[in-house]
């Protein structure tokens, strides 16, 4: 999944803080007026605390609202009504499935990784991405080291001896922006029509490159997100969670995507076309989770965005529910954010009705109505009913409960299974859907926070072990 800055990871050490128009918004930023509506207007990405505290105000006393009122409860079931008509439209949906083998030429590929202190991973890394199934100078793999202090420009300068398509950038000490200034800074230095981006722990199946460019010969694709899995998912129950998520996740995605809703980016494993990352502007580097900001910029500026169960990239999952709070409250805070930084792009249709309304379900469910749990469930209590959000909340669960439990049988799509077997995928299902419930926890207290003090634009990353 998604993050512009580091990944978080259990010790938090932390880069230093940005030098630029990334830093930490101020108090007198907070209160500047918006001058401009561009989407790409540093004046966009401020007054970001105000937005949320207008957001969570319109949501709290709103939630409150349907218990007072008499026919708050009959709004709900209409509501719930409109979410299970969208809901069959998912579940019966059929993505399409594209050509599977390169037509003509193959395009030329720049795989992009963002390293720094790797030494434990870069190697494997390396090899892989330098291993890949793709005819023979026709793909790149840049590093860019970002002033590592560890071992890892020793072990960069031995692996460019070795590997003629390995490239390396050595960023300074001082350069700014996190992942996102070490990506938009390589960029210019590469010359792929396709630009691929995976992290240091990522491992990849030799045919990745084969399986995936063949999608980019529809015209309005601009992305293709390849589904992630946890390499260390045996480790504890956090990690056998993740795999469950991002199943749930994949899953869901394809879905959205075949009813005509939107597809989104999550980090590693992301697959852009250089035309489209260019409209852009590049990665932005004024947000915390540049993947899924650029999800946003892509759809807005009329790109599709493919998402695919097969192939996917193996990554390391975090370890312990500190490191997993931390790193999804980052995510949530920045998916969060992005609708704070676009709403009026987004309301005045300019992805289209379709995609609109898919985007506008998937805040409801996955931000707001956590986000209404607090006041639902105080005033539930205090008037001894049942919370008002009891039929969406019921119909959320339901949705992703059976999602988890399709993605997780769809990852032994080669196997057959037995009853045995989907009982147990049954019982990991019920376990993820157990593992799920932080992120209620996780957006009731990010959305509150973000309308205090937002997360300080400054960079942290994963200590990887190679584990997996």
């Given at each position: 999944m998604?993050?512009?800055?580091?990944?978080?990871?259990?010790?938090?050490?932390?880069?230093?803080?940005?030098n630029?128009?990334?830093?930490e918004?101020?108090?007198?930023d907070?209160?500047e007026?918006e001058t401009?509506?561009?989407?790409?207007?540093?004046?966009?990405?401020?007054?970001?605390?105000?937005?949320?505290?207008?957001?969570?105000?319109?949501?709290?006393?709103?939630?409150?609202?349907?218990h007072?009122l008499?026919?708050?409860?009959?709004?709900?079931l209409?509501l719930?009504t409109?979410?299970?008509?969208?809901?069959?439209?998912?579940?019966?949906?059929r993505?399409?499935?594209?050509?599977?083998?390169?037509?003509?030429?193959?395009?030329?590929v720049?795989?992009?990784?963002?390293?720094?202190?790797?030494?434990?991973?870069?190697?494997?890394l390396?090899?892989n991405?330098?291993?890949?199934e793709?005819?023979?100078?026709?793909?790149?793999?840049?590093?860019?080291?970002?002033?590592?202090?560890?071992?890892?420009?020793?072990?960069?300068?031995?692996?460019?001896?070795?590997y003629?398509?390995?490239?390396?950038?050595?960023?300074?000490?001082g350069?700014?922006g996190?992942?996102?200034?070490a990506?938009n800074?390589?960029?210019?230095?590469?010359?792929?029509?396709?630009?691929?981006?995976?992290?240091?722990?990522a491992q990849?199946?030799?045919?990745?490159?084969?399986?995936?460019?063949p999608?980019?010969?529809?015209?309005?694709?601009?992305?293709?997100q390849v589904?992630?899995?946890?390499?260390?998912?045996?480790?504890?129950?956090?990690?056998?969670?993740?795999t469950?998520?991002?199943?749930?996740?994949?899953?869901?995605?394809?879905?959205?995507?075949?009813?005509g809703?939107?597809?989104?980016?999550?980090?590693?494993?992301?697959?852009?076309r250089?035309?489209?990352?260019?409209?852009?502007?590049?990665?932005n580097?004024?947000?915390?989770t540049?993947?899924?900001?650029?999800?946003f910029?892509?759809?807005?500026?009329?790109?599709?965005?493919?998402?695919?169960?097969?192939?996917?990239?193996?990554?390391?999952?975090?370890?312990?529910v500190?490191?997993?709070?931390?790193?999804?409250?980052?995510?949530?805070?920045?998916?969060?954010?992005?609708?704070l930084d676009?709403?009026?792009?987004?309301?005045?249709n300019?992805?289209?009705?379709?995609?609109t309304?898919?985007?506008?379900?998937?805040?409801?469910i996955m931000?707001i109505?956590?986000?209404?749990?607090?006041?639902d469930?105080?005033?539930?209590i205090?008037?001894?009913?049942?919370?008002?959000?009891?039929?969406?909340?019921?119909l959320?669960?339901?949705?992703s409960?059976?999602?988890?439990?399709?993605?997780?049988?769809k990852?032994?799509?080669?196997k057959?299974?037995?009853?045995?077997?989907?009982?147990?995928i049954l019982?990991?299902?019920?376990?993820?859907?157990?593992?799920?419930?932080?992120?209620?926890?996780?957006?009731?207290?990010?959305?509150?926070?973000?309308?205090?003090?937002p997360?300080?634009?400054?960079?942290?990353?994963?200590?990887?072990?190679?584990?997996?």
């Amino acid at each position: 999944m998604p993050a512009n800055s580091w990944p978080e990871n259990d010790s938090y050490n932390e880069l230093d803080q940005l030098n630029s128009l990334l830093s930490e918004l101020s108090l007198e930023d907070e209160l500047e007026e918006e001058t401009s509506h561009s989407m790409s207007s540093p004046s966009r990405f401020k007054g970001r605390r105000r937005k949320a505290a207008i957001a969570l105000t319109i949501v709290w006393s709103g939630t409150i609202a349907l218990h007072l009122l008499s026919w708050g409860a009959l709004l709900v079931l209409g509501l719930t009504t409109i979410l299970g008509v969208h809901a069959l439209v998912l579940v019966f949906a059929r993505p399409q499935y594209p050509n599977e083998k390169i037509q003509g030429d193959p395009p030329y590929v720049s795989i992009l990784v963002a390293a720094k202190n790797e030494e434990a991973v870069i190697g494997n890394l390396v090899k892989n991405l330098c291993n890949l199934e793709y005819p023979q100078g026709e793909y790149e793999v840049w590093i860019i080291d970002d002033n590592s202090t560890d071992k890892t420009p020793k072990v960069l300068v031995e692996l460019e001896q070795k590997y003629p398509q390995l490239k390396v950038l050595t960023r300074s000490a001082g350069a700014s922006g996190g992942k996102s200034g070490a990506l938009n800074q390589v960029l210019p230095l590469t010359k792929g029509e396709i630009v691929a981006v995976f992290d240091a722990d990522a491992q990849v199946s030799s045919d990745m490159l084969l399986r995936v460019v063949p999608l980019f010969e529809q015209d309005k694709v601009g992305a293709v997100q390849v589904r992630k899995a946890i390499a260390n998912t045996s480790e504890n129950f956090w990690t056998k969670g993740q795999t469950a998520e991002m199943a749930l996740d994949t899953i869901f995605q394809e879905q959205r995507i075949a009813s005509g809703g939107i597809g989104e980016l999550r980090g590693n494993g992301q697959f852009v076309r250089r035309e489209a990352i260019l409209g852009c502007g590049g990665w932005n580097e004024e947000t915390i989770t540049d993947d899924l900001d650029l999800s946003f910029r892509l759809h807005l500026n009329g790109w599709d965005i493919e998402c695919v169960f097969f192939p996917a990239v193996k990554e390391e999952g975090v370890e312990s529910v500190v490191a997993l709070w931390h790193q999804r409250s980052r995510w949530g805070e920045g998916g969060y954010q992005r609708y704070l930084d676009y709403w009026d792009l987004i309301l005045k249709n300019r992805m289209g009705t379709r995609k609109t309304w898919d985007l506008l379900v998937f805040l409801l469910i996955m931000y707001i109505l956590p986000t209404a749990a607090v006041p639902d469930i105080l005033m539930a209590i205090a008037r001894h009913r049942p919370p008002v959000f009891t039929p969406v909340t019921s119909l959320s669960v339901t949705m992703s409960v059976a999602g988890m439990f399709v993605g997780l049988r769809k990852m032994n799509r080669h196997k057959r299974l037995s009853f045995t077997d989907n009982l147990t995928i049954l019982l990991q299902t019920l376990r993820g859907t157990l593992y799920m419930l932080h992120w209620f926890i996780v957006i009731s207290s990010t959305t509150a926070r973000m309308s205090i003090r937002p997360k300080r634009l400054k960079w942290v990353k994963t200590v990887h072990q190679g584990n997996g």
